[in-house]
């Protein structure tokens, strides 16, 4: 049987990076995974769509050339060109980590792990794969499974012609007509991507808003943007039923007190993602879990020492990188315990706090920090600054001057968080990130220069 320092369960962001850590930090690291190398976030989910969101948003703007002096006879789109695009870019950063993958330290194990025995260190993890049961050991295990597609449990919610994200990211016929169910980041990033490919969107959400864990008023503010481009909502609305009828799906739904429905040729089910538990073993080895996902301490160890859950298994924050952050921690605990390895720089003083969140709809929706409700519920005297795209002259010659950047602070002038609608939010984002990070304040970032004319001016005005 052979023994490592660190098994890892799950070879999505937070699975390999932290894999590379450690084994430059001297650790011998046995990386386990089912399926692609990437996850999730790789395979179906962060990278395929930003690929279409690529193209919806270049598709947008070869549309709106004539505003800048740009004539084009005709656009057209080609969706199968399109996800042949998306494939080929998903099957080259695979490529590149299978090669991160042969770094010496790590050894990868094709197959399906579970937990067989944590009763004492070191630690029994049993693998099936595609020949052979194999047994490994080793003192600390991680697990990073990831997650799955959620499904309401209702009458057709697996009927032809519903599909989830990992579908739709792989099809090439376009609906004419496209219902989303769910009003979250994957339910957004796809209407606004086949709002513009050309499908007539209808989005039904179950709160009052979309995007129900973001600043309720840059959520409205996005829906009011993406209504003007197309985009039908019904909020407040629960979907009771899905029916078959035949070409077509009748999404039944309830607001408020009245009943209505939605037709459309394909439906897609997006009311998020759980952690993927399933084969894991946790009730036989002991490890406490909920619906949510595994419970973990600050450190990410479960209640068993040397045990560790990192990324959308633990249910803490579904995003690629908040697994990578996690990881370290995680890792940053491992060394700490083990005196004779190397504990690199970038695992010192993480603030996992401190997560910036996008969405990448047109315009991007970009957030860090506590929302407006979120300090209101704390009690928490706070000040509130908008600035308007408008008002900044990059964002006029870009041609997008619709835009809002909103930044709470407290009393000491220190930033409680920060919300940016408008292009490039997911890049601009980080400088308020960073500023958090560092214990900054809005008066720091008044006096650092900023080039002209650049749309960071904005945090400056």
């Known amino acids: 049987m052979n023994t490592y320092d660190i098994i890892i369960i799950g070879a999505g962001p937070g699975g390999y ?87 010496p330290g790590i050894t990868l194990l094709r197959g399906e792990a579970r937990l067989a025995d944590t009763h004492s260190r070191p630690y029994t993890v049993e693998v099936n794969t595609p020949s052979e049961k194999v047994s490994i050991q080793a003192s600390n295990i991680i697990i990073a499974t990831g997650s799955v597609s959620n499904f309401l449990p209702i009458e057709g919610a697996h009927a032809p012609g519903v599909v989830t994200s990992t579908e739709l990211l792989s099809a090439t016929t376009l609906p004419p007509r496209l219902c989303i169910i769910g009003g979250g980041v ?106 949510r996902g595994i419970t973990v301490a600050p450190d990410m160890q479960t209640n068993i020492p040397g045990i560790y859950a990192i990324g959308d298994i633990n249910g803490m924050m579904q995003l690629a990188h908040a697994a990578t952050f996690q990881g370290k921690v995680a890792l940053s605990h491992i060394l700490a315990q083990t005196p004779e390895a190397t504990l690199q720089p970038s695992l010192h003083n993480i603030h996992l706090d401190i997560c910036p969140a996008v969405v990448f709809t047109m315009p991007e929706l970009a957030m860090v920090g506590r929302t407006e409700e979120q300090v209101k519920e704390e009690g928490i005297d706070y000040a509130v600054k908008k600035i308007s795209y408008r008002a900044n002259g990059k964002a006029l010659a870009m041609g997008e001057g619709e835009g809002t950047m909103k930044i709470l602070t407290d009393q000491n002038d220190h930033i409680l968080g920060a919300h940016i609608l408008g292009a490039h939010a997911a890049d601009l984002i980080h400088e308020i990130t960073l500023l958090m990070t560092l214990g900054a304040t809005t008066t720091d970032l008044k006096r650092t220069i900023h080039a002209h004319p650049t749309l960071s001016e904005l945090f400056i005005n």
């Open 186 to 291: 994957i339910g957004m990033e796809f209407a606004s991507i086949y709002n513009s490919f050309g499908s007539k969107v209808t989005v039904i959400e179950y709160f009052k808003e979309i995007l129900p864990f973001f600043d309720r008023d840059m959520a409205k503010r996005l829906r009011t943007s993406l209504k003007k481009r197309g985009i039908t909502f019904k909020t407040g609305a629960a979907v009771t039923k899905i029916e078959d009828t035949g070409a077509t799906k009748t999404v039944h739904y309830t607001e408020g007190n009245t009943n209505g429905s939605e037709e459309a040729d394909l439906v897609l089910m997006a009311v998020g993602r759980a952690a993927n538990l399933g084969s894991l073993n946790l009730d036989e080895a002991g490890i406490h879990y909920t619906k």
């Open 17 to 103: 990076e932290t894999a590379i850590e450690a084994a430059k930090s001297g650790q011998t690291v046995c990386i386990v995974e089912k399926a692609q190398l990437g996850g999730t976030c790789l395979n179906v989910g962060c990278i395929p769509t930003k690929c279409l969101c690529r193209s919806a948003e270049l598709l947008h703007e070869a549309r709106s050339a004539a505003e800048f002096g740009i004539q084009t006879a005709q656009v057209d789109f080609d969706l199968p060109a399109a996800i042949q695009r998306k494939d080929k870019v998903v099957e080259s950063l695979v490529s590149g980590i299978e090669t991160l993958m042969r770094t």
